[in-house]
């Protein structure tokens, strides 16, 4: 069956995808649920997107219909939360994206943060919306390379967090296609990943030494977290985007709660605090810093 074109109105309601139809009552339910557990807001024009998106996980749990899906998530809402969260939002991250970013850690915070902290501090940097792990591990990359340059035996360290589950496995596993090193100069490729060989032929393996500074952990951004910080930095970039504005002032407020004093929040190219929250400066393109209470 071909995949079903793009409607607007209630004519979707009676469109199967895949043999499967979602009714009004149960996108309702989906609506509310995924609101409530992963701070993004459906639409009725998304309807047919996550109906297409679902319908694969519906097969993949061998299940005969959405009302079945809704009832497994009534009955057992955390166990199912990670795969409906991978299926309707989007994973796509690259190494080095925006890459200004890195190089105002490179030309002037790394610098400065190692030279404070140079006898014992401790630094730390949280990828939150880590997806398939390319932005901690090019978050590692810079890190090594200052550390290395500094001579400082900072404790250095990067939290890595996603809400799913695939994704946080393949940034575990951290073996990448040859193709998705576009963003890495040749330098950094030859130093910081392994050409796979045989087996691995066409893929290159994350250093070990990237591997030691970086944690992956599952963390849905809207529950309790359990670090207590203080975090240097704070990556939550593409992440916010389809949070709604509550959902995001809440989140911006905790940042800045696990934030240290003059800390800095990035966020994605598209994203702003614009009138969410006082507890930041816009100090560069998409970078706030918090200022003191
Ligand atoms: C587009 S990726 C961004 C990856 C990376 N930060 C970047 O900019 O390239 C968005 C990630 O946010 C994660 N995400 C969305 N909502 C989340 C939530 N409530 N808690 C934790 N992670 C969430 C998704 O699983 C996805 O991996």
């Not at 079945?68 to 796509?92: F, H, K, M, W």
């Not at 400065?112 to 932005?135: D, F, H, P, Q, V």
Request: net charge neutral; aromatic share 10%; charged share 25%.
């Amino acid at each position: 069956m071909s995949a079903p074109t793009m409607l607007d109105d209630a004519s979707v309601t009676s469109t199967a995808v895949n043999g499967f139809t979602l009714g009004d009552s149960d996108f309702a339910f989906l609506c509310s649920f995924v609101y409530k557990h992963c701070g993004i807001v459906l639409g009725e024009h998304k309807r047919q997107l996550v109906q297409g998106r679902l319908a694969r996980r519906l097969r993949a749990l061998k299940l005969s219909g959405f009302d079945a899906y809704v009832e497994l998530l009534r009955c057992d809402p955390q166990s199912e939360l990670g795969e409906l969260a991978s299926a309707i939002s989007t994973n796509v991250t690259s190494f080095f994206r925006e890459m200004h970013h890195y190089d105002l850690l490179i030309d002037e915070l790394l610098p400065r943060w190692l030279e404070a902290k140079r006898n014992g501090g401790r630094l730390r940097i949280w990828s939150a919306g880590c997806s398939t792990g390319e932005e901690p591990y090019a978050l590692a990359m810079v890190l090594a390379e200052a550390l290395e340059r500094s001579g400082s035996r900072v404790d250095a360290r990067i939290l890595a967090t996603d809400l799913s589950p695939q994704a946080l496995d393949f940034a575990r596993r951290g073996e990448y296609p040859l193709d998705r090193l576009g963003g890495v100069s040749e330098a950094r490729r030859s130093r910081w990943f392994l050409r796979g060989e045989g087996a691995y032929e066409g893929l290159a393996r994350i250093h070990p030494r990237l591997r030691e500074l970086v944690s992956i952990q599952p963390l849905n951004l809207l529950h309790g977290w359990p670090m207590r910080g203080p975090f240097d930095a704070i990556f939550c970039r593409n992440v916010v985007i389809y949070f709604d504005k509550p959902t995001k002032h809440k989140l911006f407020e905790r940042y800045a709660d696990l934030l240290d004093q003059g800390g800095y929040l990035f966020l994605g190219h598209s994203e702003s605090m614009y009138g969410l929250s006082d507890a930041f400066d816009l100090v560069g393109r998409t970078v706030y810093r918090k200022h003191a209470a």
